[in-house]
C-alpha cells in the first residue's frame, strides 16, 4: 500500500534491550559457573592428572570457545545427542552437517541482501542456526569417535573442510551486506531523517532506503534528499569499510587458532620437558584464565555472532563503523598480552621454545 511504513523494531518497544540484557546476564552467571568448575578442579588435579595432563574436561579450546557456542550451542547440541542419538542416525555424519550449514549460510546471505528488514532479519536468525549447526558437526564427530576431549583436529581432513565451510560461510554474510549497502548507501546524517518520516514507505535510520512512494522517479528522491540536506557515504568507503572488516575477523580467526594451539601445546599435553605439577600450577594461575577468556569475546567468532545482532536490530552499518577504528588497537594489545604471556609461561615452564 502507497505510503506504508515499516517502522524499524528500535520504534516499536523496548523487548530487544531486554532480550539482549537476558542474553548477557546469562553468559555472566554460565561464566562465573565455568570458573567455579575449573577451580574446583584444579584442586583435583594432582591426584587425577590424565595421562599426564594437566587438564581434564576444560580443554584450551573450550575455554577460548566464544561464548554463544560454549553456553548456547554446545550445551542444547550435546542435549539432542544425548536423548535422540543422533550421531547414530544413518547418513548423519559431520561432514553432512557441515554441508548443511554451508547451505544455510548460502541462504543467509541471500536475504540478508533484501531490501525488507524482516527478510534480513530472517537471514541473521538463519545465520545463528547455522552457526548452532557447527558446534553440531563437532559433537557428532566426538560421538562417533568415542572421544570425549574438545579439540581441534588440527591437520585432519575434517578440520580443513570445516574450516573451509567456515570462512566462505562467513564471506556469504559479507558479500549480501555489500549488495545491500552498495544499492542503498548509508546516511551520514540520519538525525534528519524524521523531517521525511510521512513520505517513507520503509523508514530504515541507516540508509533511509525508498523515502519517496513507490511511483515517484529516483531523481524526484535526489532531488528531495538534497532539499533536506541528506548526505551518504561513497560505495567506495562502503566497501573498503566492509573489505577492513572481513580482513579483521579473518585475522582474528588466525590469531585464535595461534593461540590455542600453543596453549595447547604448553598445557594440555603430556611432554617429557614439563612437569605435569607445573602444568597444573601454571594452569591455575589468573593470567592464564584471564588470556584465555579474552579470546572468547575477541575471537572471529565472537565478532561474527556480534555482527548478527547488528544485523538483527537494523544497526550493521553504525556495527561496522565502529570496528574501523576499534579494532586494530583492540587486536594489537589483545594479541600482546597473550603473546607475552605465552612467553612467560615457556619461560616458567623451562621451554625454550
Known amino acids: ?24 546476564t546469562y553468559f555472566i552467571w554460565s561464566d562465573l559457573a565455568f570458573f567455579g568448575e575449573m577451580s574446583s578442579e584444579q584442586n ?17 579450546k573450550l575455554r577460548m570457545q566464544d561464548h554463544f557456542a560454549h553456553h548456547l550451542y554446545l550445551p542444547f ?10 550421531s547414530q542416525i544413518p547418513g548423519v555424519t559431520p561432514n553432512a552437517i557441515t554441508a548443511l550449514h554451508f547451505s544455510l549460510a ?5 536475504l540478508i541482501a533484501s531490501s525488507s528488514f524482516s527478510h534480513r532479519r530472517a537471514g541473521a536468525v538463519i545465520y545463528f542456526i547455522r552457526n548452532m549447526l557447527d558446534t553440531l558437526d563437532g559433537v557428532i564427530y566426538r560421538a562417533k569417535s568415542k572421544s570425549t576431549d574438545y579439540l581441534s583436529g588440527w591437520g585432519t581432513y575434517g578440520y580443513m573442510i570445516d574450516g573451509m565451510a567456515d570462512t566462505i560461510g562467513g564471506l556469504f554474510i559479507m558479500i549480501g551486506t555489500i549488495y545491500r549497502l552498495n544499492k542503498h548507501l548509508p546516511i551520514k546524517n540520519p538525525e534528519i531523517l524524521p523531517k521525511l518520516k510521512n513520505k517513507y514507505r520503509n523508514y530504515d ?18 532531488k528531495l534528499e538534497e532539499g533536506y540536506g541528506l548526505k551518504r557515504y561513497s560505495r567506495q568507503t562502503v566497501n573498503l569499510t566492509i573489505f577492513f572488516f572481513t580482513l579483521t575477523v579473518i585475522v582474528r580467526s588466525a590469531l585464535w587458532d595461534h593461540f590455542n594451539h600453543g596453549y595447547h ?8 620437558d614439563i612437569s605435569p605439577m607445573k602444568q597444573e600450577e601454571v594452569l591455575g594461575y589468573g593470567s592464564t584464565w584471564f588470556s584465555l577468556w579474552l579470546w572468547k569475546i575477541m575471537s572471529a567468532d565472537a565478532f561474527m555472532h556480534y555482527t548478527l545482532i547488528a544485523l538483527f536490530f537494523g ?9 574501523l577504528y576499534f579494532t586494530i588497537p583492540n587486536v594489537i594489545i589483545v594479541s600482546m598480552i597473550c ?15
Open 1 to 24: 500500500m502507497k505510503g506504508k511504513i515499516d517502522t524499524p523494531p528500535v520504534k516499536r518497544s523496548n523487548w530487544g534491550f531486554y532480550g539482549f540484557f537476558a542474553l548477557m
Open 106 to 110: 548460502i541462504i543467509a546471505g541471500r
Open 205 to 222: 535510520a541507516e540508509s533511509g532506503e525508498r523515502l519517496l512512494s513507490a511511483d515517484e522517479s529516483c531523481s524526484e528522491n535526489e
Open 315 to 323: 544497526k550493521i552499518w553504525a556495527w561496522l563503523r565502529f570496528n
Open 265 to 272: 601445546e604448553l598445557l594440555a599435553q603430556k611432554r617429557p
Open 339 to 353: 603473546q607475552i604471556h605465552l612467553m612467560q609461561m615457556r619461560y616458567l615452564l623451562g621451554v625454550s621454545h
Open 44 to 60: 583435583h588435579l594432582s591426584m587425577h592428572l590424565r595421562n599426564g595432563s594437566a587438564l581434564e574436561k576444560k580443554t584450551i
Open 77 to 86: 547440541c550435546e542435549w539432542m545427542e544425548r536423548n535422540f542419538h543422533l
